[in-house]
């Protein structure tokens, strides 16, 4: 059994930041890569970040390049998510996913086996 638990979404501005956390309990992931995803209403899951499991290599989305950046604290079984300069298009559910496999590409979700409950994140005017 693992949990991941998200926070740090919420309401905020065009231009404006947010950091978001993943918290794992029930297990350590310091041997595994983690991933960022997002979903907004009636679109497909989508790709956002991944992080190795050492911190050493990252990956990120065309989207979200040189605005976000994803870090991880394997001590606290934590990941992060900081998001600068959000945009309209940035809004959605944001989910923290451990992977698992390697059968795939690192953005693939097929290769995330446990996934948080998400946490809204809403960009506005």
């Known amino acids: 059994q693992v949990q991941l638990v998200e926070s740090g979404g919420g309401l905020v501005q065009a231009g404006g930041s947010l950091r978001l956390s993943c918290a794992a309990s029930g297990r350590t992931f310091s041997s595994n890569s983690m991933g960022w995803f997002r979903q907004a209403p009636g679109k497909e899951r989508e790709f956002v970040a991944r992080?190795?499991?050492?911190?050493?290599?990252?990956t990120y989305a065309d989207s979200v390049k040189g605005r976000f950046t994803i870090s991880r604290d394997n001590a606290k079984n934590t990941v992060y998510l900081q998001m600068n300069s959000l945009k309209l298009e940035d809004t959605g559910v944001y989910y923290c996913?451990?992977?698992?496999?390697?059968?795939?590409?690192?953005?693939?979700?097929?290769?995330?086996?446990?996934w948080g409950q998400g946490t809204q994140v809403t960009v506005s005017s």
């Open positions: 992080i190795s499991s050492g911190g050493g290599t990252t």
């Open positions: 996913a451990v992977r698992t496999r390697t059968g795939y590409t690192s953005s693939s979700p097929l290769n995330y086996d446990y």
